[in-house]
Each structure stands twice: as structure tokens, then as C-alpha cells.
């Protein structure tokens, strides 16, 4: 179709944020600091490649997830531990906080309860930025791969993906069938990935994570919280994501229970004030 007169200035329209974000409520990250320097740890999960892990955390506890022999990438799934209707909700996050997440910023529930999950307090890779190609880590874009997606595009049936690994650890840890847990299983957040949109054509795309051993994620825990996480058969997502031949790692997650009193002032959010009416 030819271009109109005006497609120049069409383009040349400023564009606004849809979400002013400057009246969210803030965490204090002072007083995480203090509370997690006096934190003891209490419990681990390693998760082996290509398979997920399950954990819980309780509010007002922090929790790592790292890398620990190689670059690898995780996919993240939240719930909350009392209502799994309850959960993360990546897109709103998205466009609560951007495409990528880091320290300071929240991973948020899904409607009605519309509240702060999880704070990230700590990233190491917080140094990365947006590259050159528009790709960053820690992405809130991406859905997680899956064998529904994988048998559309090439037939296959690949069983140890990260929809199909999360689906696993959930069941396991709740002790139900696949079929109960798989509808649980949402929209993630891709811990150490990295990611962007192309400039020319908007596709996602992946790029070797610039994780590296000793390198961590640590987040706040909002509420009570169950947690599955994948290490995903991509390994760094250097090259391919449902993979039996990418070089894979595992990856730890850490459990850690601040001191009695040292989150004196400090309540669980409570969930979204809208009084549910929709008009009516």
C-alpha cells in the first residue's frame, strides 16, 4: 500500500508512557538491606538442567537464585503459597516497570489482587543494560518455551522444556496430577535471559546470557510464596531453547529468614483496593 502524505509526521508523533509508574508505592530497600545482612539461610533447591524445582518462601524472607557451574538461564514462575489463583503476572509487570527487570523494581500478581509479589534487592548483572542489539537480561517478554509452541512450528515432542518442566515440579510438589497443575503454569520471568525485539522486523530474540558463575538474582518475598523454577534446555540461549544438545547447568536457589524484629514497620501489601463493582 503507498504510503500517505503525511507518514512522516505520522512517525514523528512523540510517543507517552501508558503506565507513569512515579505514584507506585516504593519499597523500602534500606531496611531489606539491613534485614537480609543479618539473614540466616534455611533452605536450598539445586535445580538440575533441563528440569525445574519447586520451593517455598515465607514473607518477609529473601531468596537467591544463582548460577553455579556455568551460564544458564532459569525461568521463573510465582504463586501465591495459599491461592494459586494468585500468581505473577508478567504483563502488567511489563508495563508496570519495562521489558526487563531489576533491583528496586517488583514482580506483581495477577487480577483482582493486583500486589507486590516479590522485590528485587540485589542483581548482579544490573550492569548490563540495554546492549547495542536493544537485548537486556531478566525479561518479562518472553513466555517460556513449551512443546505446544515446538509441535506447531516442527512437529516435535519435546518433553523437557520449561512449560513441561514447571508443570512437573508443580504436580510433584503439590501432589497432583499434570493435568491439575499444567493451567497453574504462567507466563515467566526469564531469570539471567537475554533478550530484546529485532529494530527492523520487532521479533524477540535471544543472545548468549551474560551470566557467569557466581552471579545472582535476589529477591524479597512480598507474601507467602511457592516458586518453581526451570533451568531451561537452552542452557545460555546462545542458540536454541528446547534442546537436548545446548550445554546446560544447574542452578541454586537459597532460602534466607532475616532476624526477629528486623523488619519492625514492615507489613505484607495488601491486595488491590478497586472495590470490584465493573460498573454495575
Known amino acids: 500500500m503507498q504510503e500517505p502524505k503525511d507518514a512522516e509526521a505520522r512517525r514523528a508523533v512523540e510517543?507517552?508512557?501508558?503506565?507513569?509508574?512515579?505514584?507506585?508505592?516504593?519499597?523500602?530497600?534500606?531496611?531489606?538491606?539491613?534485614?537480609?545482612?543479618?539473614?540466616?539461610?534455611?533452605?536450598?533447591?539445586r535445580v538440575a538442567p533441563r528440569e525445574a524445582g519447586a520451593f517455598r518462601v515465607g514473607a518477609g524472607q529473601f531468596f537467591r537464585i544463582s548460577s553455579v557451574e556455568g551460564p544458564q538461564v532459569g525461568d521463573l514462575n510465582l504463586w501465591n503459597a495459599h491461592d494459586l489463583s494468585e500468581r505473577f503476572y508478567s504483563g502488567k509487570s511489563r508495563a508496570l516497570h519495562g521489558t526487563h527487570l531489576t533491583e528496586g523494581e517488583r514482580m506483581w500478581s495477577s487480577f483482582p489482587y493486583l500486589r507486590p509479589m516479590a522485590t528485587i534487592t540485589a542483581d548482579t548483572l544490573g550492569w548490563y543494560g540495554i546492549d547495542g542489539f536493544g537485548g537486556s537480561v531478566h525479561?518479562?517478554?518472553?513466555?517460556?518455551?513449551?512443546?505446544?509452541?515446538?509441535?506447531?512450528?516442527?512437529?516435535?515432542?519435546?518433553?523437557?522444556?520449561?512449560?513441561?518442566?514447571?508443570?512437573r515440579a508443580l504436580a510433584d510438589e503439590l501432589g497432583v496430577s499434570l493435568e491439575e497443575a499444567e493451567p497453574h503454569v504462567h507466563d515467566v520471568l526469564n531469570v539471567?535471559?537475554?533478550?530484546?525485539?529485532?529494530?527492523?522486523?520487532?521479533q524477540y530474540f535471544m543472545k548468549a546470557s551474560p551470566v557467569r558463575p557466581g552471579d545472582?538474582?535476589?529477591?524479597?518475598?512480598?507474601?507467602?510464596l511457592l516458586g518453581a523454577l526451570s533451568a531451561c534446555p537452552g542452557g545460555d540461549c546462545s542458540a536454541e531453547h528446547s534442546s537436548d544438545t545446548a550445554a546446560c547447568h544447574p542452578l541454586l536457589v537459597e532460602v534466607f529468614a532475616p532476624e526477629a524484629g528486623a523488619l519492625e514497620g514492615w507489613e505484607s501489601p495488601t491486595v488491590n483496593g478497586y472495590d470490584r463493582s465493573h460498573g454495575r
Open 216 to 224: 545472582y538474582l535476589e529477591f524479597f518475598a512480598e507474601i507467602d
Open 15 to 45: 510517543p507517552v508512557i501508558c503506565y507513569p509508574n512515579e505514584t507506585l508505592p516504593v519499597p523500602d530497600l534500606e531496611l531489606y538491606a539491613k534485614a537480609r545482612a543479618g539473614a540466616e539461610k534455611i533452605g536450598e533447591v
Open 139 to 167: 525479561d518479562v517478554i518472553g513466555t517460556r518455551c513449551d512443546p505446544y509452541t515446538g509441535n506447531l512450528l516442527a512437529g516435535s515432542q519435546y518433553h523437557h522444556c520449561c512449560h513441561s518442566n514447571l508443570t
Open 192 to 202: 539471567f535471559m537475554c533478550t530484546g525485539f529485532t529494530r527492523d522486523t520487532g
